[in-house]
């Protein structure tokens, strides 16, 4: 197992801007004035929590269904294509995590695009893509699940 240093730049960025990230047109500069270090700076940070899959996105989430279109989807992947088929879907920019469920339909993600039509036209992809079946699940009950967390650093 590979082991991380992380230095203190990259801690205060994993910690502090989880939530209330700046909404202006310079967050990186925004950031960097918070932390008194070099726009540079954040962002060969952000780059290399990336580069290791510390942190997979930087961006809002949004409710469902408030801007676009968006669908609960669900795909049963055989156990030994699961990981293959859920890097797969990841790589679509329309979904932004999936997750395996212990169930005949194991491998579920949340797809986001700009209109009903993109939204339809990305799921036939990631079936031809993977060559699995979507099932889209309508949105009954909104869940708002805070994804944010303090994350303790100090053994990293």
């Not at 310079?26 to 004035?33: F, G, K, L, V, W």
């Not at 469902?64 to 968006?70: E, K, L, Q, R, Y």
């Not at 920019?93 to 993109?118: D, G, I, M, T």
């Not at 979507?134 to 100090?154: E, M, R, S, Y």
């Amino acid at each position: 197992m590979q082991t991380t240093t992380l230095s203190a730049l990259h801690k205060r960025l994993l910690n502090d801007f989880q939530r209330d990230f700046p909404l202006s047109p310079t967050p990186y500069r925004d950031i960097a004035e918070q932390l008194g270090v070099s726009e540079a700076a954040v962002l060969a940070a952000f780059a290399e929590l990336d580069r290791q899959q510390l942190i997979s996105r930087i961006g809002p989430i949004i409710p469902p269904n408030h801007i676009g279109a968006s669908t609960l989807v669900a795909m049963a992947i055989p156990a030994e294509q699961l990981q293959a088929v859920a890097d797969k879907i990841s790589a679509f920019p329309e979904v932004n995590h999936n997750y395996e469920r212990e169930h005949r339909l194991n491998l579920w993600f949340v797809a986001v695009a700009s209109s009903q039509e993109h939204l339809q036209a990305v799921i036939a992809t990631i079936e031809q893509a993977t060559g699995f079946a979507a099932l889209q699940l309508p949105l009954v009950d909104d869940f708002f699940i805070d994804l944010g967390f303090k994350l303790d650093l100090q053994h990293a």
